[in-house]
């Protein structure tokens, strides 16, 4: 149980092209979904916190209107990178968690490798 | 403020060997402690849980106890196998469960 599916896997586009990753809550329904960019070699940065029915919640530093946020329904959150430059070339994952405590994990999707030529 | 600070690697073993990666945090009220595994060019998949202190995870041979009064929560396995090579990250999540708080990861490779 708790499958986060995450799409497409892999982008390869041109700069200036918006790209848009799903992220969906397969078998639970998921109140708040949460974004993350990887660089290689290091850590998960959270991008933002994306609620339902609400706007999302970024963190400091990460730019709203470069990376739209949208979570129209309780099983998927969507991430556009808008006008991508190579900059943007990343890791991106999101994840999902069953609940609103701090004592649930949060589930993963398998990552969106993008690469911005 | 939550922190969590987590054994640097990269590790490597060799088949059978006994790991030990260190995990210790900081933390305000009582978190949750989890372990997650990323394969390369995969997501992160959860390996283990502990919501209160003295709290035994375990999961696919891999084991780590909530210890309040060494604010820790290390991740051992009696015997290593070369699937097991991936990355561990040590994570904390608040009580609230707004925040979660990730390690830098350790790299573990096993060798046969």
């Known amino acids: 149980g708790a499958v986060v599916s995450q799409h497409p896997s892999w982008v390869i586009c041109k700069s200036g092209t918006s790209v848009k990753i799903e992220c969906r809550s397969l078998?639970?329904?998921?109140?708040?979904m949460f974004w993350y960019r990887q660089f290689p070699k290091q850590s998960l940065m959270l991008m933002a916190t994306?609620?339902?029915?609400?706007?999302?919640?970024?963190e400091q530093g990460v730019e709203k209107d470069k990376f739209l946020i949208n979570h129209a329904s309780l099983t998927l959150s969507t991430l556009t990178v808008t006008s991508a430059h190579p900059e943007d070339s990343s890791f991106y994952i999101c994840?999902?968690?069953?609940?609103?405590?701090?004592?649930?994990?949060?589930?993963f999707g398998d990552g969106t490798r993008l690469s911005i030529l | 403020g939550n922190s969590v600070t987590q054994m640097e690697g990269p590790v490597t073993l060799s088949e059978e060997a006994f790991l030990t990666i260190n995990c210790t945090y900081t933390?305000?009220?009582?978190?949750?402690l989890f372990w997650y595994v990323q394969y390369p060019g995969e997501g992160l998949q959860l390996l283990l849980k502990?919501?209160?202190?003295?709290d035994k995870g375990s999961n696919k041979g891999f084991e780590a106890t909530y210890r309040k009064e060494t604010t820790s929560f290390h991740l051992e396995k009696g015997s290593v196998q070369v699937s097991d090579s991936a990355v561990y990250f040590c994570?904390?999540?608040?009580?609230?469960?707004?925040?979660?708080?990730f390690g830098t990861g350790t790299s573990l490779t096993v060798i046969p």
């Open positions: 994840s999902a968690r069953v609940g609103g405590y701090g004592n649930q994990p949060q589930h």
């Open positions: 078998d639970f329904q998921a109140t708040t």
């Open positions: 994306s609620n339902e029915g609400s706007k999302a919640t970024y």
């Open positions: 933390a305000t009220g009582y978190p949750s």
């Open positions: 502990a919501t209160k202190a003295d």
């Open positions: 994570a904390l999540s608040d009580r609230t469960g707004n925040q979660f708080y």
